[in-house]
């Protein structure tokens, strides 16, 4: 059908409109795209390094618990072997307490077995020595001051015989003896004296103390002389 222009133009108005409306917003949109592709780019950018972010974190802390994981293993470890070493030297301290102990016992067993070998020497040696003592010299103030000595114990007493070896008579001051009955006899050994009293005798002879010092080393010691058992075994 044929139109006029003028007819045409305003008909097909509307249509060129649109058409003008939809190039405009194309337009508009195509401007836009930068923008857009800007933002998509820098949240791609952000969000890739969230991820990196968040596996680095993830790969730390599991490399953290492994770490943490390994020392306290290795912690336990060398507690273990800490322990298992001071066990180790309790018991060598043990074992070497034990041994000087032993040690101690097989020193003090030979040490007594040795003592009781030679003791009955030593005593025998020492009774030696104190007979010596006893029979050293005897000087001229011997007898006297024996005699001295037995009648300072039997003073106020009387009756009092006194009996000595008749070598002996003329070192003693028988003035001083006055009141008491004095009796030369052989069978008193040189340098010794006798008293007797109603009561008792009292013996200064080397025999008596020679004696005493026998039943001395009896009690102390608790053996008799090699000699005297041999005299014993012998009966």
């Known amino acids: 059908m044929l139109l006029r222009k003028d007819e045409i133009f305003y008909i097909d108005l509307p249509k060129k409109i649109k058409t003008e409306e939809k190039e405009s917003k194309e337009s508009r949109e195509v401007k836009e795209d930068p923008r857009k592709q800007f933002n998509r780019i820098k949240e791609q950018i952000i969000s890739q390094a969230r991820e990196e972010a968040r596996k680095i974190v993830e790969e730390?802390?599991?490399?953290?618990?492994?770490?943490l994981k390994s020392a306290s293993e290795e912690a336990e470890r060398l507690k273990l072997e800490v322990e298992r070493l001071l066990e180790e030297k309790r018991k060598e301290k043990q074992k070497f307490s034990e041994y000087i102990l032993s040690l101690k016992k097989q020193i003090q067993m030979q040490i007594h077995q040795k003592l009781e070998e030679i003791l009955p020497?030593?005593?025998e040696v020492l009774r030696v020595l104190f007979?010596?003592?006893?029979?050293?010299?005897?000087?001229e103030s011997v007898v006297v001051r024996k005699l001295?000595?037995?009648?300072?114990?039997v003073a106020g007493i009387?009756?009092?015989?006194?009996?000595?070896?008749p070598e002996d008579l003329d070192k003693v001051d028988l003035k001083e003896l006055k009141g008491k009955q004095v009796i030369p006899d052989?069978?008193?050994?040189?340098?010794?004296?006798?008293?007797?009293?109603?009561?008792?005798?009292?013996?200064?002879?080397f025999?008596?103390?020679?004696?005493?010092?026998?039943?001395?080393f009896e009690e102390v010691v608790g053996f008799e002389r090699p000699s005297q058992r041999i005299e014993e075994k012998a009966d």
């Open 186 to 205: 052989p069978n008193v050994e040189k340098g010794g004296v006798i008293l007797e009293t109603e009561y008792d005798v009292l013996d200064k002879t």
């Open 131 to 139: 007979r010596k003592i006893l029979e050293k010299e005897m000087d």
């Open 158 to 165: 009387e009756n009092v015989k006194i009996k000595i070896h």
């Open 148 to 153: 001295r000595s037995a009648l300072s114990k």
């Open 60 to 67: 730390a802390e599991k490399r953290a618990e492994e770490i």
């Open 207 to 216: 025999s008596y103390q020679w004696k005493l010092v026998e039943d001395i």
């Open 121 to 123: 020497d030593i005593v």
